[in-house]
């Protein structure tokens, strides 16, 4: 199969040296698609910043900085992809305005403007088609059940769900603990794994959910 991953966080710069952005390493995402080459799929990974080295054997690796450039890539690669991971942690918004020099100290004032960003699995929703998606869920409360109603919102095949406040889990780590949900199944939740192996189990569950079409 032809697997479209997304990893990392994404930048929003408000000049050439601030930007906003989250905890993302990139680790899952990269996980993810070293599981997916192990697995014998073509994998093409888009990565937000990271201190990563990219997998060996990838089909292609796209680097990119904001989510709007990330929206631009996903849709430039989808067309021939069988599978999309979107494990990136997309910022939800922008500042209104980019300066292309350093703002000194005032310039911005006290309260910075923001417009939201597009939710890149909405924008691409109409190109789904056949394809099967998975999403993540990053979360600090009612993890399953926020994690459903975005599997649900999201039109999702698949949601990975994690308590990021708990220790071994979420950002930074080497280790995560997740729950797998799909629409109709029970919810399936890993032990303390590290990424390496929790990205092994999210692809073989998502080849098994494939092969149940
Ligand atoms: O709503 P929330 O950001 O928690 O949803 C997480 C999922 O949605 C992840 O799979 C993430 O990659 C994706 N996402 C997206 N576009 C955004 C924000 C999140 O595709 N702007």
Same mark, same amino acid.
């Given at each position: 199969?032809?697997?479209?991953?997304?990893?990392?966080?994404?930048?929003?710069?408000?000049d050439p040296v601030r930007f906003l952005s989250n905890r993302s390493t990139g680790k899952m995402g990269y996980a993810i698609a070293e599981a997916a080459i192990d697995a014998g799929?073509?994998?093409?990974?888009?990565?937000?910043?990271?201190?990563?080295?990219p997998p060996e054997h990838l089909h292609a690796f796209r680097p990119v900085v904001s989510a709007l450039?990330?929206?631009? #890539?996903?849709?430039?690669f989808l067309p021939v @992809?069988?599978?999309?991971?979107? !494990?990136?942690? +997309?910022?939800?918004?922008? *500042?209104?305005?980019?300066?292309?020099?350093?703002?000194?100290?005032?310039?911005?004032?006290?309260?910075?403007?923001?417009?939201p960003n597009p939710d890149i699995l909405a924008a691409i929703r109409p190109l789904k088609e056949h394809r099967f998606f998975v999403g993540f869920a990053a979360e600090t409360n009612d993890v399953l059940a926020s994690a459903a109603e975005k599997l649900h919102r999201k039109g999702l095949d698949?949601?990975? #769900?994690?308590?990021?406040?708990?220790?071994? @889990?979420?950002?930074?780590?080497? !280790?995560?603990? +997740?729950?797998?949900?799909? *629409?109709?199944?029970?919810?399936e939740t890993l032990p303390m794994l590290s990424k390496a192996e929790t990205a092994q189990r999210i692809i073989a569950r998502m080849e098994a959910e494939m092969q149940k079409r």
């Open positions: 199969m032809q697997i479209l991953v997304t990893a990392g966080p994404t930048r929003e710069f408000i799929h073509s994998v093409t990974l888009i990565s937000g910043p990271t201190f990563l080295q450039e990330m929206l631009d #890539a996903v849709q430039q @992809a069988d599978a999309l991971v979107m !494990t990136a942690a +997309v910022a939800d918004f922008r *500042p209104a305005r980019r300066f292309d020099r350093k703002c000194h100290k005032g310039e911005l004032g006290s309260t910075l403007e923001l417009v698949l949601i990975v #769900a994690n308590d990021v406040t708990q220790p071994g @889990a979420g950002f930074e780590t080497d !280790t995560n603990i +997740v729950t797998l949900l799909a *629409p109709n199944a029970t919810a």
